[in-house]
């Protein structure tokens, strides 16, 4: 499989980030789960409460020789609305909120010249959060494979659905 870097990235609901980044060659592994918070080992149903200080993310195991973390990054802030605090769509809370998680100082240098060089494209100051990664609180097996597992499902139907269509036309990639 050659040399792999993680990068996790919370983006609103992580099943729309998980989804969407199904899309792209290079992605190795991705897996939804919890970080940023204080609470050791959190259930979903606890960081739903808003009281754990997680954000729900996707960690995002990727192949640097395929696809760079830049291309990550732009993926990512296609996905999303950067310049909302702790909201997404409908899904509202810190849960939610916009973060992105490194591991080493490289990648912390990479992602601050990238948002630095799109600060112009937004009317908004990007309010996404970037900071090192304490822990990762892999996310209970229901959430994995999501969108696969529940297209019918009306979450699934009415948001995933067309955030997937947008990203394929920015993209260019084929349905």
């Known amino acids: 499989m050659g040399e792999t870097k993680k990068i996790y990235l919370g983006a609103g609901c992580f099943w729309c980030t998980e989804a969407v980044f199904k899309l792209f060659p290079g992605i ?13 080992n959190p259930t979903y149903k606890e960081v739903c409460s808003g009281k754990t200080g997680h954000a729900e993310v996707a960690m995002i195991e990727y192949s640097p020789s395929e696809i760079t973390l830049e291309k990550l990054l732009q993926i990512y802030f296609a996905m999303h609305d950067p310049t909302s605090k702790n909201k ?8 939610y909120r916009s973060i992105i998680l490194y591991e080493d100082d490289p990648e912390k240098g990479v992602i601050d010249e990238y948002i630095k060089k799109i600060v112009p494209e937004f009317k908004k100051p990007i309010l996404t959060e970037v900071r090192k990664l304490d822990e990762f609180y892999e996310a209970e097996d229901y959430h994995k494979n999501y969108y696969e597992n529940n297209r019918f499902q009306p979450y699934c139907m009415f ?17």
């Open 28 to 40: 190795k592994k991705i897996t939804p789960g919890y970080a940023g918070g204080h609470v050791k």
């Open 88 to 95: 997404q769509g409908a899904d509202v809370g810190e849960q």
């Open 159 to 175: 948001v995933i659905g067309p955030k997937l269509s947008k990203i394929r036309k920015e993209f260019g990639i084929k349905a």
